[in-house]
């Protein structure tokens, strides 16, 4: 199994969730990517790219075979494709791995420009999964009910953990909504040489210093977001998808 | 029953309310009070908001105090630093540390009969020691820091708590082992493919599994 990858120029998106009531930005992510393969990006999927949770069966037929043209035509360039397995997509590993294209990951560690970088969901270090799978899985799939009925109720969802966390945010330094495990994560990999640490899951975006000249990077869910993760050379940065593509 | 302080009368006329509190006038004396009850009053009715007050700040004290450890937790982790040509540890050392290599790089010579000779040089990210630690048997090569270089030292205690905060840690280390095996199996079947027969190489597998066996035993 792939874990080490060397890669120049790498696109990291995260959360798609393809097939979920709440994406609407299908049309978006396939235009994102075909431009992204046109500018030489490697491209990093980080997690979750596909819905099975709480999968409308008719939506995941409509929105995959798009992308997976877009993904194609990246393979098809020369550039390479990894996957980088979630929590809503853990099933699809076998399935994944059929794709000839596509290289599915646990982890990605990348070293480009001599700097370290570690790709990963990060599903394993959200508490309430950590400590409790079967309860996460059977909310995560109830939560998909109200969900089909107004996909908005999500903006509530997000609303309400950053107000929940607020406190915490302040206090701790974390990304707004994201409980402070990511944080002592993303710490424990830069005792281990990382340089930047990027991780998707909570679809949170944001960055945060983690002191001497390391960083942890969230590029949030390209549900809503719209960001993504640039590494060049070694220098990785945050933008939005209109920034990468001029 | 409500009085007068000044006058000391009990004869008193509700006179409106002040911020929705009955005020009286005292028609003896002419004042217009509230009827609040005063630490004079009450004297022990403000302790429990005090040490509630007090309790509460101690909590939130002691809560950032031990959060603020939390998120930097890998400082109880002990890191080494060494410069150019320090040595790590020595071939035959009886120390049970492993250590990740944080910056810079580590050579890795074992030595032979002949001299010494060059095994490996780790980079940023890996590990060194491992078999030390997993094994409790003594170090087989010598480890020299190349450059400036900082190493995290892992104990056994260390390694299982560090594989419960950093799970994927222990799935690289089985990773990178595997590709040692591999690597040793492989160069071991060229050097004797080239010129002992396959019933000899046999015969030294068969030999050398057995000594591998007996040696692996841990030390009590």
Same mark, same amino acid.
């Given at each position: 199994?792939?874990?080490?990858?060397?890669?120049?120029?790498?696109?990291?998106?995260?959360? @798609?969730?393809?097939?979920?009531?709440? %994406?609407?930005? +299908?049309?978006?992510?396939?235009?994102?990517?075909?431009?992204?393969?046109?500018?030489?990006?490697?491209? %990093?999927?980080?997690?979750?790219? #596909?819905?099975?949770? $709480?999968?409308?069966?008719?939506?995941?037929?409509?929105?995959?075979?798009?992308?997976?043209?877009? @993904? +194609?035509?990246?393979?098809?360039?020369?550039?390479?494709?990894?996957?980088?397995?979630?929590?809503?997509?853990?099933?699809?590993?076998?399935?994944?791995?059929?794709?000839?294209?596509?290289?599915?990951?646990?982890?990605?560690?990348?070293?480009?420009?001599?700097?370290?970088?570690?790709?990963?969901?990060?599903?394993?270090?959200?508490?309430?999964?950590?400590?409790?799978?079967?309860?996460?899985?059977?909310?995560?799939?109830?939560?998909?009910?109200?969900?089909?009925?107004?996909?908005? @109720?999500?903006?509530?969802?997000?609303?309400?953990?950053?107000?929940?966390?607020?406190?915490? *945010?302040?206090?701790?330094?974390?990304?707004?909504?994201?409980?402070?495990?990511?944080?002592?994560?993303?710490?424990?990999?830069? &005792?281990?040489?990382?340089?930047?640490?990027? #991780?998707?899951?909570?679809?949170?975006?944001?960055?945060?210093?983690?002191?001497?000249?390391?960083?942890?990077?969230?590029?949030?869910?390209? !549900?809503?977001?719209?960001?993504?993760?640039?590494?060049?050379?070694?220098?990785?940065?945050?933008?939005?998808?209109? &920034?990468?593509?001029? | 029953?409500?009085? %007068?302080?000044?006058?000391?009368?009990?004869?008193? /006329?509700?006179?409106?309310?002040?911020?929705?509190?009955?005020?009286?006038?005292?028609?003896?004396?002419?004042?217009?009070?509230?009827?609040?009850?005063?630490?004079?009053?009450?004297?022990?009715?403000?302790?429990?908001?005090?040490?509630?007050?007090?309790? =509460?700040?101690?909590?939130?004290?002691?809560?950032?105090?031990?959060?603020?450890?939390?998120? =930097?937790?890998?400082?109880?982790?002990?890191?080494?630093?060494?410069?150019?040509?320090?040595?790590?540890?020595?071939?035959?050392?009886?120390?049970?540390? !492993?250590?990740?290599? $944080?910056?810079?790089?580590?050579?890795?010579?074992?030595?032979?009969?002949?001299?010494?000779?060059?095994?490996?040089?780790?980079?940023?990210?890996?590990?060194?020691?491992? !078999?030390?630690?997993?094994?409790?048997?003594?170090?087989?090569?010598?480890?020299?820091? /190349?450059?400036?270089?900082?190493?995290?030292?892992?104990?056994?205690?260390?390694?299982?708590?560090?594989?419960?905060?950093?799970? *994927? #840690?222990?799935?690289? !280390?089985?990773?990178?082992?595997?590709?040692?095996?591999?690597?040793?199996?492989?160069?071991?079947?060229?050097?004797?493919?080239?010129?002992?027969?396959?019933?000899?190489?046999?015969?030294?597998?068969?030999?050398?599994?057995?000594?591998?066996?007996? +040696?692996?035993?841990?030390?009590?």
């Amino acid at each position: 199994m792939i874990t080490q990858i060397q890669s120049g120029k790498l696109i990291v998106i995260s959360d @798609l969730h393809l097939g979920s009531p709440v %994406c609407r930005t +299908k049309r978006q992510i396939v235009q994102f990517l075909n431009r992204a393969a046109n500018q030489g990006y490697d491209l %990093c999927i980080n997690g979750d790219g #596909f819905e099975v949770a $709480q999968v409308a069966f008719q939506k995941l037929a409509k929105d995959v075979p798009d992308f997976l043209r877009a @993904l +194609k035509v990246l393979g098809n360039n020369g550039h390479n494709v990894y996957y980088v397995v979630g929590n809503h997509d853990i099933i699809l590993e076998n399935f994944l791995d059929e794709w000839g294209n596509i290289k599915i990951a646990p982890f990605l560690n990348v070293i480009s420009g001599g700097q370290r970088i570690r790709i990963e969901h990060g599903h394993l270090y959200d508490p309430l999964f950590v400590r409790y799978p079967r309860l996460y899985e059977f909310l995560t799939q109830l939560y998909g009910f109200p969900l089909r009925a107004s996909p908005r @109720l999500y903006n509530v969802w997000i609303a309400f953990q950053k107000f929940s966390f607020y406190h915490r *945010t302040k206090r701790d330094h974390v990304i707004p909504g994201e409980p402070r495990s990511f944080k002592i994560a993303a710490h424990e990999l830069v &005792q281990r040489g990382f340089d930047y640490i990027i #991780f998707g899951h909570t679809h949170h975006v944001s960055e945060v210093d983690l002191g001497d000249g390391k960083y942890y990077f969230n590029p949030g869910s390209s !549900m809503f977001d719209r960001s993504c993760v640039e590494v060049v050379n070694g220098k990785v940065r945050l933008l939005e998808w209109d &920034q990468l593509c001029g | 029953m409500i009085t %007068c302080k000044p006058s000391g009368s009990k004869i008193l /006329v509700k006179n409106g309310f002040d911020h929705g509190i009955q005020r009286y006038r005292c028609p003896a004396c002419g004042c217009n009070f509230i009827d609040t009850p005063t630490r004079e009053d009450h004297p022990d009715a403000a302790k429990p908001l005090v040490f509630y007050s007090i309790g =509460k700040s101690f909590y939130h004290w002691i809560r950032n105090l031990i959060s603020r450890n939390e998120d =930097k937790r890998f400082a109880r982790e002990l890191v080494m630093e060494f410069s150019d040509g320090e040595t790590i540890f020595t071939e035959g050392d009886e120390d049970r540390e !492993m250590y990740i290599i $944080q910056s810079g790089e580590v050579l890795i010579t074992k030595r032979f009969s002949s001299g010494e000779i060059h095994l490996a040089t780790i980079t940023k990210g890996d590990f060194v020691g491992e !078999m030390a630690l997993l094994e409790s048997l003594p170090r087989n090569a010598t480890a020299k820091a /190349v450059g400036k270089t900082r190493l995290v030292v892992l104990q056994p205690g260390g390694l299982l708590l560090k594989i419960r905060r950093d799970p *994927t #840690f222990a799935f690289e !280390m089985l990773q990178r082992l595997s590709h040692r095996i591999r690597h040793t199996d492989e160069q071991f079947f060229d050097a004797l493919q080239r010129e002992i027969s396959v019933d000899a190489i046999q015969q030294i597998v068969g030999v050398s599994e057995f000594t591998s066996s007996q +040696k692996s035993t841990p030390k009590p």
